[in-house]
């Protein structure tokens, strides 16, 4: 069955760096879209990031447009998102997802996503 599994969570402070990395198995990689999404403590499930099949459609949230990047590798199985100029209200539980149905106009909605991990905290200090 397939098998997400992020890593590359960790305390930072406000303005740093962090790079997540998702490693998928039990799937074909290139069959699927990809996500972030992160769930803060009391909040609903929001996305974050998402690529297309191909690799050729990118869409951020609105909260990260410009200071996150989302990124795959078919080779490796691999998903990143790469986080920058992080603020304390990007702490939250980071979760990759893989899901059928991308959309051109917003990229990817929690409730198409079929396969989950188990997230990666982050957390940010002011």
């Known amino acids: 069955q397939a098998q997400l599994v992020e890593s590359g969570g960790g305390l930072v402070q406000a303005g740093d760096s962090l790079r997540l990395s998702c490693v998928a198995s039990g799937l074909t990689f290139s069959n699927w879209a990809w996500g972030w999404f992160r769930q803060a403590p009391g909040k609903e499930r929001e996305f974050v990031a998402g690529v297309s099949y191909t690799g050729g459609n990118k869409h951020y949230g609105d909260s990260v447009t410009g200071r996150f990047l989302i990124s795959k590798d078919n080779a490796k199985n691999m998903v990143y998102l790469q986080m920058n100029s992080l603020k304390p209200e990007d702490t939250a539980d980071y979760y990759c997802?893989?899901?059928?149905?991308?959309?051109?106009?917003?990229?990817?909605?929690?409730?198409?996503?079929?396969?989950w991990g188990q997230g990666t905290q982050v957390t940010v200090s002011s």
């Open positions: 997802g893989a899901g059928r149905i991308y959309s051109l106009g917003y990229g990817l909605s929690a409730q198409d996503i079929e396969h």
